[in-house]
């Protein structure tokens, strides 16, 4: 197959949350169908912030929205049905339909969240008459099986892929081939693109990017000044530009992480910085206790609609010290959050090397010229690396004693509030 362009697929539920507890209820014995009539998942008002998981096409008519305030979605819609998360039914079904898509149709197979997943469908298509019928029968096997329907999405790259299965719902096959961009993408607003949260959007905006095309032909180095390293990404996916594999193994994890899941959805950059620095302690202890030494930082977050993303950079040498992994978190989050509701936080490290390995420096690591002393306030603001190291281990032996508690680096503590 040298030479050959991957052929992938992109399957989507359709409301899956909804769909889910609609079919549950009907074996139950239910006599109405919630995907029939004005309904929304995650009405529990006692939990978290009662904000809407997922809404029925009725509920859409009422401009209802995902992610509002149930209170809000009930003034739109008093007669408003709602239903509580049941989230173990929803693992459920998604690992049904996973086991059914590897079984019958290809195991090449990359599940990105619990109701939607990437196929490559390369080493397979030439059993079918064209990719769109082999999606068809992929939607229609689904619905058959289980009772609900799933939009696909073909393409040659994972984003084109992703972006055809947000067309028109539900239960429809769309492809969005890289010849097909100008004409079936380009026209979207900016705010469509997958990876354009509504920060960026509003901000592209401004800048009068108003479509996924005037994204596309605007200059990377601009884009780059105004959004670091995202700008490059949103503009190689405005253009279709997306090499990442399907990846059909769940991966060891060749690295030390934490993170963990908020009692209440953060909306507030300080509080996640906060959070984050916690993260880092633990992350930094890990790394000193093995020995280790990170030479990429990867943040990860989990929305309230429980969508994920992530972003990672590497170090200009590598660290294990809470302070540098944390100045690291905290700039990938702000690149990377889109606002909504935050309901995990992450940091992972990766590419570890051993402490005592020989590791190239950086210009910021390498010490003043022979005969020039360092400026006072240089001294006073850049501590030795020894320095910190000495601190790192007094305060290590501090929490052993003492417990994890017991101490904190009041610096990053405060960095934000």
Not at 8 to 32: C, M, P, Q, R
Not at 373 to 387: D, F, G, L, Y
Request: aromatic share 6%.
């Amino acid at each position: 197959m040298a030479g050959q362009k991957h052929l992938i697929f992109h399957i989507d539920v359709n409301s899956a949350y909804l769909s889910w507890t609609a079919l549950e209820k009907l074996k139950n014995g239910s006599e109405t169908d919630l995907r029939t009539i004005p309904s929304i998942i995650g009405g529990d008002e006692k939990s978290r912030h009662g904000v809407v998981l997922a809404k029925s096409i009725p509920a859409k008519k009422y401009g209802i929205q995902t992610g509002e305030p149930v209170a809000a979605a009930l003034r739109k819609c008093p007669g408003l049905v709602m239903e509580p998360p049941n989230h173990k039914l929803y693992r459920r079904y998604s690992q049904a339909m996973i086991q059914l898509l590897s079984e019958e149709f290809s195991s090449e197979l990359e599940q990105v969240s619990i109701d939607e997943c990437y196929l490559d469908f390369t080493s397979v298509s030439s059993r079918y008459a064209s990719p769109e019928e082999a999606a068809a029968l992929i939607r229609d096997r689904i619905l058959e099986a289980f009772g609900f329907t799933v939009n696909v999405g073909i393409s040659t790259a994972k984003v084109l892929a992703k972006m055809a299965s947000d067309f028109e719902k539900p239960g429809k096959v769309h492809t969005l081939y890289p010849e097909e961009i100008r004409e079936k993408m380009w026209p979207l607003p900016v705010s469509d693109l997958f990876m354009v949260g509504r920060r960026s959007a509003s901000k592209l905006e401004g800048l009068g990017l108003r479509t996924i095309g005037e994204l596309a032909q605007a200059d990377p180095a601009f884009l780059a000044a105004h959004f670091k390293s995202h700008g490059k990404l949103m503009w190689e996916y405005a253009n279709g530009i997306d090499p990442s594999p399907v990846v059909t193994e769940k991966q060891e994890a060749k690295g030390i992480g934490n993170s963990t899941t908020l009692s209440e959805d953060v909306t507030e950059a300080a509080k996640a910085n906060e959070i984050l620095f916690s993260l880092s302690e633990s992350v930094a202890r890990r790394l000193q206790k093995a020995g280790q030494l990170a030479g990429t930082v990867t943040v990860e977050i989990k929305y309230f609609d429980f969508t994920k993303a992530s972003h990672q950079t590497q170090t200009f040498s590598p660290v294990n010290r809470a302070e540098d992994i944390c100045r690291l978190a905290c700039s990938l989050f702000d690149e990377l959050w889109d606002g909504r509701p935050v309901r995990l936080l992450g940091i992972r490290s990766s590419k570890l090397t051993a402490k005592d390995e020989p590791v190239q420096l950086s210009i910021f690591d390498l010490p003043p010229a022979a005969g020039k002393e360092p400026k006072k306030e240089e001294a006073t603001q850049a501590p030795s690396s020894e320095k910190l190291q000495k601190l790192d281990a007094a305060m290590e032996k501090i929490r052993r004693k003492y417990g994890e508690n017991a101490v904190h680096r009041g610096s990053l503590r405060t960095k934000d509030s």
